[in-house]
């Protein structure tokens, strides 16, 4: 990557990391109201250490690590600077199995915020869908066999990520769920939790929120630097909406649709990459088209469908003062 796709892809996985994790800032706001100004300074202060160095740090480097053992944990880290064609290759060749197993995961995530969660209605359908929100489980089913087939003629370790990818969907699911009657719990002030267990309480939180970041920022780069500085960036403007501006945040009711289409979105490319990998370009010119998305259309793509749903709920916000003013 060149300079420019370089500082495209930060600016992307900034962005992304923002409107992805409106969501935990809000929960992190919630529940530091209900704690002392010295825990809030300590969770605020210290909290961004694990946020951006430990968790957005170490775990891209972990997943890469684990998806090619053959690295070692040291190349893992230092290989987006190697030159060595040796390293490139090992990268090259795992890379389809995480890239279609974190596809899956942002694929199953935007269909159950799509059938099931409560939301602002942005788009045409949405309602419709919303409505059919038993038919999810049905849904994901059918991508899942469809994804492991395609994936078997090309890779079966393609699977193996597939799979992955869906368990990881639903592990996470089941620790948000779990978060989100926490959260009741202590808002009715009936959980008896130290500030201590609360502080806990966020970083795991976070952890588990950032995920999502972590796994959709491979869409963008397999840089672990590029990595860390972009959604360092997006975890350090998180931090800052918590603690000043959360309630404007949450005036902009549609950005929460942004984040979800950029996941699928996202998601979708991870998976056409994967298979990708595969495809000769000049056996199949047009499907080698679709596959073969250059570097720099990910963060445009990013930028322009959060740009969208901003530019929606600032005007939604503008007609409703309007309204209120007469």
Same mark, same amino acid.
């Given at each position: 990557m060149n300079i420019y796709s370089s500082l495209l892809s930060v600016f992307g996985l900034a962005l992304f990391e923002i409107i992805i994790s409106v969501d935990n800032a809000i929960i992190n706001a919630e529940v530091l109201g209900t704690m002392s100004k010295k825990a809030r300074r300590w969770f605020l202060i210290w909290g961004i250490l694990t946020a951006v160095f430990v968790i957005r740090g170490l775990l891209p480097w972990l997943i890469i690590w684990i998806s090619t053992p053959d690295l070692g944990p040291i190349a893992a880290w230092t290989a987006s600077f190697s030159g060595d064609e040796k390293v490139k290759d090992i990268i090259d060749e795992s890379s389809p199995i995480l890239l279609i197993g974190g596809g899956t995961f942002l694929v199953f995530l935007f269909f159950h915020w799509l059938f099931l969660e409560v939301k602002h209605y942005g788009l045409i359908g949405e309602r419709f869908i919303h409505k059919q929100g038993v038919w999810f489980y049905a849904v994901v089913s059918i991508i899942l066999v469809a994804l492991v087939w395609v994936s078997l003629k090309f890779n079966p370790m393609m699977s193996l990520g597939i799979v992955i990818g869906s368990s990881a969907f639903f592990i996470t699911h089941g620790f948000k769920e779990n978060a989100e009657q926490m959260e009741k719990q202590m808002l009715d002030g009936k959980s008896g939790m130290s500030d201590l267990s609360k502080i806990l309480y966020l970083e795991v939180i976070d952890a588990t929120f950032s995920i999502d970041g972590i796994l959709g920022a491979f869409a963008? @780069?397999? %840089?672990?630097?590029?990595?860390? /500085?972009?959604?360092?960036?997006?975890?350090? =403007?998180?931090?800052?909406?918590? =603690?000043?501006?959360?309630?404007?945040?949450?005036?902009?009711?549609y950005l929460?649709?942004?984040?979800? $289409?950029? /996941?699928?979105?996202?998601?979708s490319i991870m998976i056409l990459h994967s298979f990708g990998h595969y495809i000769d370009a000049n056996k199949y010119p047009y499907l080698s088209i679709i596959t073969h998305i250059p570097d720099w259309f990910t963060p445009v793509v990013?930028? @322009?469908?959060?740009?969208?749903?901003?530019?929606?709920? $600032?005007?939604?916000?503008?007609? %409703?003062?309007?309204?209120l003013a007469k």
């Open positions: 963008f @780069t397999f %840089s672990i630097p590029l990595i860390l /500085i972009g959604n360092g960036i997006g975890a350090l =403007v998180v931090r800052q909406l918590t =603690v000043s501006n959360i309630e404007n945040v949450k005036k902009y009711k929460k649709n942004g984040a979800m $289409y950029s /996941i699928f979105t996202l998601g990013t930028f @322009t469908i959060v740009g969208y749903f901003f530019w929606k709920s $600032y005007r939604e916000l503008k007609k %409703s003062k309007g309204i």
